[in-house]
Every structure is written in C-alpha cells, then in structure tokens.
C-alpha cells in the first residue's frame, strides 16, 4: 500500500505542482522614485548556446527509511529561429555521475534525458511559453518504460503513470520550468527587496481542476554573476509557490479514492510547494545560476489504517557556463 502511495504521492505532485508557476508579478513597481527598480526583459537570440551543468537531488521519506538519490549531467540549451520568437532544444544530454539510483530507475533516467533532445520549447520574443514540439514521441517511449517497470502495480495506477507522460502533461511541465527559470519574471518591473504576491486560479493539466495558487515574487538584491566576481552586475530573483490547503486536500481525496477505489481514503494532512532562485543579468534575462527544488508531503488514512507520513523533494542546481548574447 506504501508503495502505491509513493507513486500516486508523484501523480499529486504533477497534479498540483504544474499548476504553481504559471504566473508572474503583475504588479509593477513605480519607475522613478526609491527603492531602485529592477527591470527584467528578455534578451535571448536565435543561433546560440548555453552549456549547462546540473545537479539533481531528491530525499523521499517513505515508511521511516529516508532515501536519497543524486545524479550529474550536462547539457547545451540550443536556441534556433522560429517565426516570432526562438526554439529552445537541449542537445549532448549526458550522466556524469549518479548515487542511490538502482538500474531500472537509472535507465529511465538516461532515456528521458536522451527523449529530451527530440523536443522543443517555442517561446515568443518577450520570453513567454508559446507551446512543446515533439511530446508525441516522447510520451510512447516513456509510457512503455514505465509501465514495464510498474508492471504488478493495479491498473489504476498504471493509468496514472500513463497520464504523467501524456503530451499535455509533460508540454505543461516543460513550460512550467521555463516558467520557474525564465517566464514568470520576463516583462516585470520590481522594487529591489519589496515582495510581491499574486493569487490566481490554476487549471491542473492532469485532472483538469482549478487549484488556487499564491506566488511570492521577490528581486532580493544585486549580486555577483559568478563565484569569484566582487562587481554586483546580477540581480537575485526569488520565487515560492504554494497551492490552497483546502482545495489541494479535497483535490487529493477524490483522486485517491477514485484511483484506489476507496471512498474511505482520508487525507490527514498535505503540504506542496515550490521554491526557486535565478542569478541573472536583468537586461536580456541572461541566466548564470538557477536553484528549484519541488517539496511534497502526505499523510493518509484508509479505513482504519494510518499510513506513515510520505515526503519527496527534488532539488535542482545549474550553473551556465556560456551566456546567450544580448538582441
């Protein structure tokens, strides 16, 4: 039954996660007076690379025994021309490093990364998400692969591992972590230090729901570029997302009851959110450090039986090696 939480705790985390960077600050800051205003515009060109190093980290908690897992790749976000904006494709995906991983998982890992060079992201010239190329592919790999390795789970389940791969899903994923990097900062106007919060209704692309989400928006001070550098030509953007309570448990428990086939699933408790940090140059949005880790946790009665608390983090680094040059 714990094991099945576990998945069904990552088809709740896609549920709801999705669904918590689709925004961005709408409110903007005066443009004379104090304190100083950081104008953030996108400046990517078509025709350029980014190498890219990242470190991804996850720590599950699952029937008192903490799990943590690590891998090392790296990558080149290419930039190609398309009509009004540019395609983003990473390309010579590969594992440097892993830890905790076992080879099933390992091997899922490498090939989505390698699906993921068959996909690209189509943003607009102000830097917003226009739509995925390419996910129809990626879905058929991916589903055969993950059903093959949850080949004895309940067919309800297995359902839900299809849906996690499905094309709408897995554009809304991309987009949501282009959101988190570059897309929900593009185009605004923020007071150096001031927070800014914004609420809004978002649908979740796996169960069509609308789940209200608050985002924190903050440019949190000037900064070095680069470990090493002692000039503040950077600015640090800080994001933190997090879905109502209420509507986040309600959502939970008709989607567990409906996929255990259990009207008597309860949820005890819950908690999602979203952190992320970006080290950036304001003009151009040109990235040299982005952080985002995903956190969820769960706590689950069904019938009489408590089940023990299930958690999952995923914690993401990347540091960028080459910069795309300013239009």
């Known amino acids: 039954m714990t094991r099945y939480f576990r998945l069904l705790l990552a088809f709740a985390g896609s549920a709801i996660l999705i669904s918590c960077a689709s925004t961005r600050p709408t409110v903007d800051a005066p443009i004379d007076g104090p304190p100083e205003t950081i104008s953030l515009r996108f400046g990517w060109r078509a025709g350029e690379t980014i190498e890219v190093d990242e470190r991804r980290e996850t720590v599950g908690l699952a029937m008192g025994t903490r799990t943590v897992r690590s891998i090392d790749t790296t990558w080149t976000l290419a930039t190609e021309a398309v009509e009004n904006g540019i395609a983003l494709r990473v390309q010579d995906w590969m594992v440097q490093a892993s830890e905790g991983f076992d080879p099933q998982a390992l091997t899922l890992m490498n090939i989505a990364g390698k699906l993921g060079e068959a996909v690209r992201l189509v943003v ?46 897995v554009e809304a994923r991309e987009i949501d972590e282009w959101n988190l990097f570059i897309g929900s900062w593009s185009g605004a106007d923020l007071s150096l230090g001031t ?11 796996l169960t069509g729901e609308a789940i209200e989400v608050t985002v924190r928006f903050v440019a949190s001070g000037r900064v070095p570029c680069r470990n090493g550098e002692t000039e503040a030509h950077c600015v640090r953007l800080e994001l933190e997302s997090t879905p109502d309570a209420a509507t986040v448990s309600g959502m939970l428990r008709r989607m567990f009851g409906a996929l255990l086939d259990r009207p008597d699933v309860q949820v005890l408790s819950e908690s999602f959110r979203i952190r992320a940090a970006l080290i950036a140059e304001a003009d151009g949005l040109i990235p040299h450090r982005f952080e985002r880790s995903r956190a969820a946790t769960l706590h689950v009665q069904v019938g009489a039986q408590i089940l023990d608390p299930i958690s999952h983090e995923e914690t993401i680094v990347r540091r960028f090696n080459q910069t795309p040059p300013k239009n």
Request: aromatic share 0%.
């Open 195 to 205: 927070p800014v919060e914004v609420t809004e209704h978002a649908p979740s692309p």
């Open 124 to 169: 607009d010239a102000h830097g917003a998400a226009v739509r995925l190329d390419g996910s129809d592919a990626l879905e058929e790999a991916l589903s055969g692969t993950a059903l093959e390795i949850g080949a004895d789970l309940p067919d309800a389940v297995k359902d839900s591992l299809r849906a996690m791969v499905s094309p709408a899903v």
